[in-house]
């Protein structure tokens, strides 16, 4: 291998599945990413990626070089942090806003990690989502649109899945379980509503009381895919109009760009997602075109 640098196209394409993605992450456009991982094709002799549902998936080759590109990519921010001061030594409390779905699955199970590295910064994970960044009343938000406050940096780490689920053998009609009013606007329960046809017979404040509803009664609802990857008691409608996918974003205001507090949390939340066109969970398999920002 010539130029390392490719190694940084490649851990691009594994995480974001499209060139478009891809060329966001690296900072280029989608020919010069096609062209690199072309190039590196036909350097090591074996097919490094291939196309199928969902975008573009590795190869066991690439996996190898993954692995590889990763370990450099730690070691490398490793090197960056050690030349400023040393990750024990930083100090301070950060707030992060977020969903109640995106800290069970992708935040909280990465907190030891992030503790024994650095045992002096304080977290507060709220699931307000009203929080203003602008007003300082949070430093760091992950949200599922683009925030239109003034004077915000937001880059696109990954994407949050729901479908709609039932208890295995139920038989399904026009009653269904859905969130409080105030998320009526959501793609999620919109698609309920045109599904089903009507209200919904339950209504509950979050996905987790719904997820404990749908397990306990014979009515569908809409749950987040990564959360039922592992159960076997409850099956997910067969409908691609019950499936959304939206981007989650993570923000923060631009003042604290060189916020080393800040930024240290900012790239270990960031540590956290596979990609930008993966779920929280990283396993879950779904076409990006279904991406409602994306349609």
């Known amino acids: 291998m010539h130029d390392w640098d490719d ?5 691009a394409l594994s995480r974001a599945r499209t060139m478009k993605a891809a060329a ?24 490094l990626f291939k196309k199928g549902t969902g975008g573009w998936h590795p190869t066991a080759e ?5 692995e590889i590109s ?21 100090e301070g409390a950060i707030s992060i806003s977020c969903y109640q779905g995106m800290s069970l699955l992708a935040l909280t199970p990465n907190l030891d990690r992030f503790y024994k590295r650095y045992p002096n910064l304080t977290l507060n994970i709220d699931h307000r989502q009203k929080l203003s960044l602008a007003r300082g009343e949070v430093d760091l938000a992950l949200r599922l649109q683009r925030p239109i406050e003034g004077r915000l940096i ?10 709609y689920f039932v208890r295995k053998g139920s038989k399904i009609g026009s009653q269904w379980i859905g969130l409080t009013k105030e ?5 999620m329960m919109q698609q309920g509503f045109a599904y089903f046809g009507a209200e919904p017979t339950v209504r509950l ?16 609802g809409p749950l987040l895919t990564c959360a039922m990857q592992d159960r076997r008691d409850v099956e997910q409608i067969a409908s691609r109009d019950l499936i959304s996918v939206r981007p989650i974003y993570l923000t923060f205001h631009e003042s604290r760009r060189n916020d080393l507090q800040l930024q ?19 396993r879950c398999r779904f076409d990006v075109s279904d991406s409602d920002n994306r349609r």
């Open 7 to 11: 190694l940084r196209y490649v851990l």
């Open 24 to 47: 966001e992450i690296v900072g280029t456009n989608s020919a010069t990413i096609s062209r690199r991982i072309d190039r590196l094709t036909k350097e090591v002799g074996r097919q």
């Open 62 to 66: 690439a996996l190898k070089l993954i």
């Open 70 to 90: 990763t370990r450099l990519e730690e070691e490398l921010r490793s090197f960056e942090s050690s030349l400023s001061k040393p990750d024990t030594e930083i």
């Open 154 to 163: 937001s880059k696109r780490i990954g994407a949050r899945v729901s479908g």
């Open 183 to 187: 998320f009526d606007n959501l793609p």
């Open 205 to 220: 404040g979050s996905l987790s009381e719904i997820e404990t509803a749908v397990l306990s009664s014979d009515l569908p």
């Open 264 to 282: 240290t949390v900012k790239s270990w939340v960031e540590s956290c997602f596979s990609g930008p066109d993966h779920c929280l969970c990283g």
